[in-house]
């Protein structure tokens, strides 16, 4: 089927089987190889990217039901440069597998402002999973990248 | 200085944006997907395997099997205890065991071409337990019995240290299987080069030169025939640090396809069949004297090796050199059986060996000290090893400064102040590790190359023949390398893996990443170094002592250079080049006698818990985490700290949660969303103190970090919880049913009644369970799932987006058809074969079913249609119903999934979803594998038929308490069901077909009672494992006018408690009154042998909701 999709603001026009996941859109048919897949279910955060500004993971997401603008890692690259310079101050990465899931998520909260409470960010946090980090740096880059400072 | 600098991370633009390439996104043309065929049963003979229908498929260009690889046998550990072939060869030994692989031009190809794949196997009686593999007459995995291996070792003079013991305590410690879960799954492209006669391999490892070694093995080529190629790497933990039994496979199809073949294991795979943390099951002894001096420790280990050997020989050879090295002491008896059962294999899992030896010595260490009437961190002191100690296991201690953690760990937590809650539900625990810096487990791992190449542009590279698995290993190389040339480590590029430039290192294992590595890279980089300040020294006319390198020039007296142009003068062809080596001084371990100093230096930890456990529940919060770590010199601060905060967070994991779980020889959890492994929200702050000092001999003084972090981690969380309570648990994880469990030991309660004989309608269903352990559940699991009822995978073939509601409903009068909402359980479901919809009709096109409205009566009408996400921002929705759905799943799901799909979403029975052929999969002739299996936590404990299943959703439970309606659509019909009666089973919903939820009503008058809602879950995000929903219509003098309690995943369908409402009603919500109601409903209960525990929590949950409820009352 024919579907239109905006990606990264730019407008695609794309023949899809009707099971196509966005994330294999995303990755095989665009190349954008930022958006990783760590379960398919849905169930880890790695995958996730915006849809119409919202947090959605692309490995549930069916692409010919896609409505809205998507945002994927790379397209959120340039504004979230604060928090990726942040990232890698605070060592909220190791490997690097899910942090592209993270910083897509965390762009989605930076833009709604985070809560003040750490309880509640770390909450807002927990659809990525990490391995290798335990989140601390994770949670003091969101800090970071609010505040500005370093 | 380079060293000891905060410094970013040399890949982090790539990193931070995913766009360094990981296994799965190397691209190269033609590349084919592989699939592999598993064994369907944990323990069988290959009768016949036929893949003629599958070679000749569309789309496939390969498919191998055993007779691809002969007699060949992976290397592993090398000798007699090589044990594994490629693939199954005549016997299969665990459930998910590899026997063919297909290499095809798409993935539906090659599932497809599996499933054509004629496999005949004759099922053998199958050990999945270490208990059932060392019974008399057990079925034996391999000739020669169930014990791979037997180790004896006797360290010191333990009769000796028995005389003069004044006490001792004995105890059972067991650790469970833990699992990696690196977030990458076991990923390789393989591309054969039949020109060339060269394999090249990209793929998932911490060490290249095992998996080429392996490969080339495997495959019969030259070491030098296998050439690995440089990726990002997501994760290892030890799980790639040797082969991962894809790599081979995946190799050995690209070289019979002639054509790049890519082999990604799903998570699935990634959790069923790669290796896992060996369980230990010890008994161990310590004995004291009067001062509380160790005096000798006797140890009886069963490790449950899984099916083949691996690295549990060696795994189980390290832990025991722990047993031997830990704490001063007069003797160590140690005797260790390495025990085959039929599951996957154990493997090298961070620690070694040493996590599962350390929970108990540790816990034991707490037990003893409660003996002795010592404070458990001065018991540690007395005893802690020093520097210069050598241990029984020969270890030699060139730096130790133990005692410096404990007390920098009991000042971090505040440990004097709060020792003394201790018993009042809050507590502190410590608990302390030894490691090796680097280990001498493998031919080869005293050594370590590097090549170092300065550049005409005074840019320098490294090259480096390990791996960076996450470890920042590419980035404290390049520290090292600017340090010795005096240039800025943002100014080295580092370069790993590829065969062809970089010389030999083993790779990341063993914590030896910085010491080995850093050593040969420190060792290249100061040779070239010399080599340019002897440039500078003729150029400048000076001996070349007093040339320093600096800001990337030499400088000697007045005189300087840059870099660059040095080269030019140091070289010929515009770059230095210059390699080297490091031998380290560690020893194998002499086999007769287990001693040897394994390890050229030791690391060592302390870490301090604090803990509340609720005691309603049983559920353990961490409160705080203090790490103290011995790691000498610190390199890199932001990787140092992050590497301990990693490996704590793992190691609370295993402490809380953590295990993989069986039935049947088939794991029952192979998801993250049945793995309760730590997200963001489930974790306290960790605090890291690294207390400093050099090393004599690692680099810059620099020993060990990697693995330490999680070792002691298990065993402080055990001591925190029994400070806290007064219950030792010493089987992990410490989950909330042990806990309650120990509560109600503990305080000798007695046993609840449930008066079967009363209840008829239990009677069936109480024969049932009686009969399953009797030969029904063997009868129903051998001959009734023969007869399961399969769903085969279609795709979908169209998705329609009707406007009305009518048309909607009519499209869903085809059998074929199926609703979609949010998708997020329809589309993981299918995954699971538990849905395959040929047609998808999209709900959420339908107008009027997303929004929601207050009528003029003050009604709430939620469209189904509405977010979950979307409800929570609606100011009008109820607060209980905010409350709620703040605790169900991720954020993401809840911006995705709907109010009518989380209503109406299947069963979360982790049997259900997981490729079990049960009851409700397959069909009345299958078993309900709940009844024996692991019931723990999402089965029901009342109420159950023959499907033990509970319904999962959390707004289930809470709608019902609000009296709510749905409003059900088919064509222009409405009719309208309250909740109560919308759900008729598990997950199961009174919908017929082509009939839809459109619309769920609060009536006004629920929403003027007061609500609360309470969940247990294991983690955050997780279905609940108790739920419950109070509303309450509270008179101004604070009785209960009106009550609705309603219970979620205790019962098939949100279970309403009318015996506790009826408590309620007329009476003021005091302590008496709320905890005589609480239990009202308990007499009703039918539990399962393993969660009448659930009973006790969700009285808690009652507890703590009226409780709530009540609170406002008296301050209002």
Known sequence: ?150 | MQVGRRIRNVDWPERTVGSVPFTADVRLPGTLVARVLRSPLPHARIVSLDVTAAEAAPGVHAVITSEDFGEVKYVHHGGPLADRHPLARRVVRFLGEEIAAVAAESPAQAEAAVALIGLELRPLPAVTTIEEALERGAPEIHSGGNVSLHTERRYGDVAAGRRRATKSVQGRYRFGRQTHVCMETNSTLASWDEEEGVLHLWTSTQAPYFIRKEVAHALGLELDCVKAHEVAVGGGFGSKSKISDHEVLCAALSKKAGRPVRLVLDRAEDFATTKCRHDWDVRLETGADEEGRLTHRTARILVDNGAYNHSGPSVMGYGSLVMGSFYRTDGVDIDADLVYTNKHPGGQFRGYGGPQATFAIESQMDELADALGMDPIDLRILNANRAGDVTHAGWKLRSARLVECLEAAREAIGWDEKRRLGGSGRGVGIAAAIHVTGAHVYEGAEESHAGVDVRADGTVRVRFGGADAGTWQKTILAQIAAEELGIEAEDVDVLTTETDETPLDLGAWSSRGTFMGGHAVRAAAASAAGRLREAAAKKFGVDPSDVTLTGGQARGGADRLDLGDLVRLASENGELSVEESFTADMEPVNPATGVANLSPTYSFCAQAVEVEVDRDTGQVKLLDVAAAHDSGTIINPIAAESQVIGGVAMGLGAALGEELIYEEGRLVNPAYINYPLPRAADLPPIRVVFVEGKDPVGPYGAKSLGEIGLVPTQAAVANAVAHAVGVRVRKLPITPDKVLGGLRERDARPRRRYHLWRRPNRWEIALIRWLYPRGLHRLLHRWGTRFARKQEPRAIEEIRAPEEIEEATRLLEDGEAVPIAGGTDLLPARRQGLANPVTLVDLTTVKGMRSILETEYGDLRIGAGVTLADAARTPALDEVLRETIGRIASPQIREMATVGGNLCQQKRCWFYRNGFECYKRGGVTCPCYAVLGDHRFYHAVTKAHRCQAVTPSDLATTLTALDAEAVLARGGERRTLPMERFFTGPGETALRRGEVLVEVGVPAAARGRKGAFEKLRLWEGDFAVASVAASLDLGSGGEVRDARIVLGAVAPTPYRAREVEQGLVGRRLHAPTIAEAAEAWTGGAHPLPGNEWKVDATVGLIRRCLSRLGEGESTG
């Open chain 1, 1 to 150: 089927m024919r579907a239109r999709i905006e990606v990264n603001g730019e407008v695609r026009d794309l023949e899809l089987a009707p099971s196509e996941r966005l994330l294999d859109v995303l990755r095989d048919r665009l190349g954008l190889l930022g958006s990783k897949e760590g379960c398919g279910r849905g169930e880890c955060g790695a995958c996730t990217v915006l849809i119409d500004g919202r947090p959605v993971l692309s490995c549930i997401t069916l692409a010919a039901r896609v409505r809205g603008p998507v945002e994927t890692v790379e397209g959120v690259a340039d504004e979230a440069v604060p928090l990726r310079e942040a990232f890698a101050d605070h060592g909220a990465f190791q490997c690097g597998f899910c942090t592209p899931g993270q910083i897509v998520r965390g762009v989605s909260l930076l833009r709604g402002g985070l809560p003040a409470e750490e309880g509640s960010l770390r909450q807002l946090m927990s659809g990525n999973v990490c391995r290798c980090t335990g989140y601390a740096g994770i949670v003091r880059a969101l800090r970071q990248a609010e505040s500005g400072s370093r």
